[in-house]
Structure formats: C-alpha cells, structure tokens
C-alpha cells in the first residue's frame, strides 16, 4: 500500500530534491543501486530543520547506514561550533563508509562512528541528547522506549522512522515481526506520559516524540 497517490509522491519528492548537495545526491545514488534503505530528502529536509529550530547540539543516530541522515544532521550544525552526533550501525562496512562521505563532506570532525548495537552504545555513551534518531531493524522498536527515556534531555526530540512502513501498520492481516514491531512500540509512545506523540506523513511515516517529563 502506497502512503501517497504516485502523482503527489513524485511532487513531494520534486521539492524535496530541489537544490541538492551533490554528496548528498552521489549518496542517494548508491543507495538506488544497492536498493539501501535512507530516509530520502523528504525526511532529511525535515531532520536539518529540526536542528536548527532545537539549536540542537548533542544527536544520537540510532542506524545511521553509509551516514545519509547523519550527513544532513550534520549540515545542519554547519557553523553551530561545538556539535556532536553520535553514529552508529552494526555493519563495519557501513561505519566506514559514512566516515568517508563525511570526511569528503568536512564534517567528520564533530561526529563520533560506533560500530555495534546501537541500544547497548547509547546505554553507555555518558550525558543526554537533545535528539535521538531511530532507523534501526523494525521488529526491535519496542526495546528502544526504557533506553531512549533516559537518554533524552526534557524538551528533546526522539524522532522514529517508519511508523507507517508503507501503510502496513493499518492491515491486520499483516503479522510481520517488522510491522508488530512498529505497532508495539507505537502503541507504547502514545501512551507514555512521558512523551508528547505526533506521527507526520512524512515519506514512511515520522514519529516525532518530545520527551516532556
Ligand atoms: C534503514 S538503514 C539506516 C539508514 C540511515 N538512517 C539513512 O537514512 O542514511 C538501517 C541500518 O541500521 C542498521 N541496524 C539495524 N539494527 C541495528 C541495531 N540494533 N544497531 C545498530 N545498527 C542497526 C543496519 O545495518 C542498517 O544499516
């Protein structure tokens, strides 16, 4: 099932592609041809946006890939002195990979590249985040709520992709672990009161929570 209509998803992305960093085209390339998995520029666009209007100075991907998401986090930060992001992902192909781009990219610097399981480095990595970002394996969703709470200043942002997973969330005969992944941990953040919850259309499906108590 198709979020949008083709015609309006092509329209969205027409914008969303409009004035593209070259890298950050090169990297869109290679994620067509190896049919990775990135967040596109619909949700990058809205990632960079999200820092600028947090002035968010500490992030946590949670999967961040060859570093696609990373890279418009941390163009985000461009200019914003002494900005950390975390990056981090399972694969050791990937790690290095990201931390090419972003050496190419002149924002190396400021990020630090873990290679493992995400949930067991941000249970160790010390101080709060303003933004944690997840793009992990589907069906671990529901593991993030009890570490991510903690790990988020008040105020800060957890923002979750794919909560729609192409509309598969709202069939019922869908019984995936991916999708009942998405469905549990859905269903735990809207009611936490912990967290405000909003989940925006935005290309799979946005979850962004604030951290509000
Ligand atoms: C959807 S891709 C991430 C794409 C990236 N956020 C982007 O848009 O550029 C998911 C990545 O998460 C990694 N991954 C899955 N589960 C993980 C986990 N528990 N900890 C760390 N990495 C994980 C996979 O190796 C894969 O590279």
Redesign the pocket.
């Known amino acids: 099932m198709a979020i949008h209509q083709e015609a309006l998803g092509a329209y969205l992305r027409e914008r969303a592609l409009t004035g593209e960093d070259p890298l950050l085209a090169e990297m869109h390339e290679l994620a067509a041809e190896r049919r ?5 520029p619909e ?1 990058g666009r809205f990632l960079f946006q999200l820092v600028r209007m947090m002035n968010a100075g500490r992030i946590f ?10 890279l418009w986090f941390a163009r985000a930060m461009e200019g914003a002195g002494e900005g950390e992001i975390y990056v ?4 050791k192909g ?1 790690i290095q990979l990201a931390r090419k781009y972003h050496l190419r990219a002149g924002v190396a610097e400021r990020i630090t590249y873990l290679t ?4 067991d480095m941000l249970q160790v990595t010390p101080g709060l985040f303003d933004i944690i ?1 997840c ?3 589907k069906e ?1 969703y529901p593991e993030i709520y009890d570490i991510v709470r903690k790990r988020l200043r008040i105020g800060g942002a957890l923002v979750v ?1 794919n909560l729609l997973w192409s509309g598969a969330v709202a069939d019922p005969e869908d019984t995936r672990a991916s999708t009942e992944g998405i469905r549990v941990f859905t269903e735990r953040m809207w009611s936490s009161p912990e967290f405000a919850s909003s989940l925006l259309p935005v290309r799979d499906g946005l979850g962004l929570h604030i951290k509000i108590k």
């Open positions: 990775f998995p990135i967040v596109g949700v991907e949670m999967g961040s890939g060859f570093g696609y998401s990373a981090t992902d399972s694969d990937n493992g399981y995400a949930q970002f793009d992990i394996d671990q992709d």
